[in-house]
């Protein structure tokens, strides 16, 4: 699209600094936490991720839009952002799996983007003071009028957006990752006495619900705020905790939920959200992220083991915070936070990244095959 064509933008951050640009997307105006992903792939991924729910989103890759979006790569029913931001547009993307583009997709969902920003400047600017929230507008072009609306809004700290992407009901999951993409367990994991998992949605992304799928669990998915009790109805082999965005200390009520679960002692694994709340449940403490982890290529590991792994989180556990129970498993590599814990004697496990990752690496999917095995070893007989 000419820039005479284009219709003019305006982000502004907390702090008032401000950034004029051009609007993709659809018109209006966007308030929300304003972060960076590293990502040269998955723009569409992150879109629908529902982590990002009540965040404004710096897509470093410098030009957006190349490969469409379609209905099998979304992560949710729908986008979660509330806005987007990146240094170019493709107008016309090249992909025989395409059926719409991005700018329509996100215009079709009323949600606003900005682009023509200095992208690498914005990012630049997050790392040294942090993240922080903005807004994105197509009709206030004025920026302390922006700036007014901008510092209304709540900040990300003390935040529970889980009930705002949780399922409103009970469902059950049974598609695989093998109509997708050539990613399968071995034959020996997914073989065997289907096992029940109750996954509780804090914000679940679908990548998830195939790998478990995959690895030929039966996936119940329950809402944030069941009671212990109605999860223990389905007899489950384990729970899962899953992903989702806010502040993981403000979910009290999946943090009392999964207290009342570790009481019964069943395999339970959780992922992002689903590791903290792990660790809040056991007594830790979380903090918020400067500017978070939000990327394809994070090194976590310990003991002289490295993954690479896909990273979408603004909060993490105090390792000083940590019981003599449970123990570290795996470090960020690049700022030596908590990536994985486990309890030393019982069957619970969590990871901070995500590795169910498509697009992204695939060194962590092990991970399933061990809540698998967990389930199956603690299995009662029937």
Not at 112 to 117: A, C, D, R, V
Not at 129 to 155: F, H, K, R, Y
């Amino acid at each position: 699209m000419p820039i005479s064509a284009a219709t003019p933008a305006l982000l502004v951050l907390a702090d008032g600094t401000s950034y004029p640009g051009w609007s993709f997307g659809a018109s209006g105006t966007a308030i929300g936490e304003v972060v960076f992903n590293t990502a040269m792939t998955g723009y569409q991924e992150v879109a629908t991720d529902p982590s990002y729910c009540g965040q404004i989103v710096t897509f470093t890759y410098p030009e957006l839009g190349n490969t469409g979006v379609n209905p099998e790569d979304e992560e949710s029913t729908h986008p979660q952002i509330r806005g987007a931001i990146a240094r170019n547009i493709c107008w016309r993307p090249s992909n025989w799996r395409s059926t719409q583009s991005f700018p329509d997709y996100l215009k079709e969902h009323k949600i606003p983007g900005i682009y023509g920003i200095d992208t690498r400047a914005l990012t630049r600017k997050l790392r040294s003071t942090g993240a922080m929230n903005g807004g994105i507008s197509t009709e206030i072009l004025d920026p302390d009028e922006l700036l007014e609306q901008v510092q209304a809004a709540p900040n990300m700290a003390g935040l529970n957006l889980v009930q705002e992407v949780t399922t409103k009901a009970v469902y059950e999951w049974s598609e695989t990752t093998d109509n997708h993409w050539e990613f399968r367990p071995s034959a020996e994991s997914a073989a065997g006495e289907p096992l029940t998992v109750v996954a509780i949605d804090f914000g679940i992304k679908r990548n998830i619900l195939r790998r478990l799928a995959s690895y030929g669990c039966r996936v119940i998915v329950v809402p944030a705020d069941t009671s212990p009790e109605d999860i223990l109805k389905y007899n489950p082999d384990g729970i899962f905790l899953s992903n989702g965005p806010g502040d993981p200390a403000a979910v009290r009520d999946g943090i009392e939920t999964t207290k009342a679960l570790l009481a019964q002692e069943k395999p339970l694994f959780g992922i992002c959200m689903g590791h903290q709340i792990l660790g809040l449940s056991m007594g830790a403490e979380t903090f918020k992220l400067k500017f978070g982890h939000r990327g394809l290529n994070h090194p976590a590991g310990l003991k002289q083991r490295v993954e690479i792994t896909s990273q979408n989180h603004g909060f993490a556990i105090n390792s000083e915070s940590l019981g003599a129970d449970v123990e570290i498993t795996h470090l960020n590599l690049n700022d030596r936070t908590v990536a994985g814990l486990r309890h030393k004697t019982l069957p619970f496990f969590s990871v901070q990244y995500h590795p169910e990752a498509s697009p992204g690496p695939h060194d962590a999917d092990y991970l399933f095959d061990q809540f698998v095995e967990s389930m199956r070893s603690h299995k009662t007989p029937t």
